[in-house]
């Protein structure tokens, strides 16, 4: 639960990188309250929670798939080869779980070598 709060906490920053954990463990969260809000919607009839959530949470998942994607040295524009149907999602999947660079890059130094705060 503390990555998941941690990307809220950065809100909209898209600078500096972020690690796989970060990334995968907000994206397990995301997922496991996006289906439970489905299932409510669906035994309320609406779909109100899904889109408040969803609008909710876009700014902070776009900002730590662009941390991620300058965590392997890639800039934050490669988010958009996702739009290729099949093989820009595949693609971009590849990229958020290959491993980070371990020393620093131009986005930063690498986030397992930093202090916990």
């Not at 609008?55 to 800039?75: M, Q």
């Not at 930063?108 to 930093?114: F, R």
């Amino acid at each position: 639960m503390q990555w998941y709060v941690d990307v809220l906490k950065k809100y909209a920053v898209f600078n500096g990188r972020a690690r796989r954990q970060e990334y995968w463990m907000f994206f397990l969260f995301n997922l496991i309250i996006s289906i439970v809000l489905t299932v409510i919607d669906s035994a309320m009839d609406s779909n109100i929670l899904s889109i408040l959530y969803g609008v909710a949470v876009l700014l902070p998942s776009i900002g730590v798939t662009v941390r991620r994607l300058h965590d392997t040295g890639k800039s934050g524009w490669w988010i958009f080869i996702s739009l290729i149907p099949l093989v820009g999602a595949i693609v971009l999947i590849v990229f958020l779980a290959t491993e980070g660079k371990p020393e620093p890059n131009q986005y930063g130094t690498n986030p397992k070598l930093a202090p916990a705060v």
